[in-house]
T-cell receptor, first 111, second 113 residues
């Protein structure tokens, strides 16, 4: 299974940007990088995904390294509601759309 | 209107019992999944169905049997429940071809005593 490495936890102040890193040195050319997050007592929620180029949506931005061996999820202004576990996942391009979740990064946001 | 709904939300039962968890999605998706999140919080895929056909089966004991009566429903039946089955079970759905983003239910917390 395609593997990603993330810090166990990170802390941020409210209203400040947060950069969540992810290493995926074994990524293959067709693997998409997906980010999901899981708020306390809820199911995972899609955040953003990309292949090669940087991506922006209303929730976050995704910066992908040129060699694609790492990426960074950027929350532009963290709020208390962003406190969650953030998962960086390589989507395996086989029929069935398999997601392999790692341990993720616990993001704590301080007011 | 909840996109992916699971019932029940909580399930407490004795070892050896048989139980079912139901999942329904109203997103019109063609693929549904079951995941298990254990006490260490690791999320692992168990099964995936596309148009009622099993396409992923991740080394799950035979006591677990998914059933998909139609593409909007994927139920999970568990026979002879064991202590180690205690976990949170999540249902998800996606549509092949449209970025394959998965939408998850709120989870069913199963406690086996």
């Amino acid at each position: 299974d395609a593997k990603t490495t993330q810090p166990n936890s990170m802390e941020s102040n409210e209203e400040e940007p947060v950069h969540l890193p992810c290493n995926h040195s074994t990524i293959s050319g067709t693997d998409y990088i997906h980010w999901y997050r899981q708020l306390p007592s809820q199911g995972p929620e899609y955040v953003i995904h990309g292949l090669t180029s940087n991506v922006n949506n209303r929730m976050a931005s995704l910066a992908i390294a040129e060699d694609r061996k790492s990426s960074t999820l950027i929350l532009h202004r963290a709020t208390l509601r962003d406190a969650a576990v953030y998962y960086c996942i390589l989507r395996v391009m086989e029929y069935g759309n398999k997601l392999v979740f790692g341990a993720g990064t616990i993001l704590r946001v301080k007011s | 209107d909840t996109a992916v709904s699971q019932t029940p939300k909580y399930l407490v039962t004795q070892m050896g019992n048989d139980k079912s968890i139901k999942c329904e999605q109203n997103l019109g998706h063609d693929t549904m999944y079951w995941y298990k999140q254990d006490s260490k919080k690791f999320l692992k895929i168990m099964f995936s169905y596309n148009n009622k056909e099993l396409i992923i089966n991740e080394t799950v004991p035979n006591r677990f049997s998914p059933k998909s009566p139609d593409k909007a429903h994927l139920n999970l039946h568990i026979n002879s429940l064991e202590l180690g089955d205690s976990a949170v079970y999540f249902c998800a759905s996606s549509q092949v071809g449209t970025k394959n983003i998965q939408y998850f239910g709120a989870g069913t917390r199963l406690s086996v005593l």
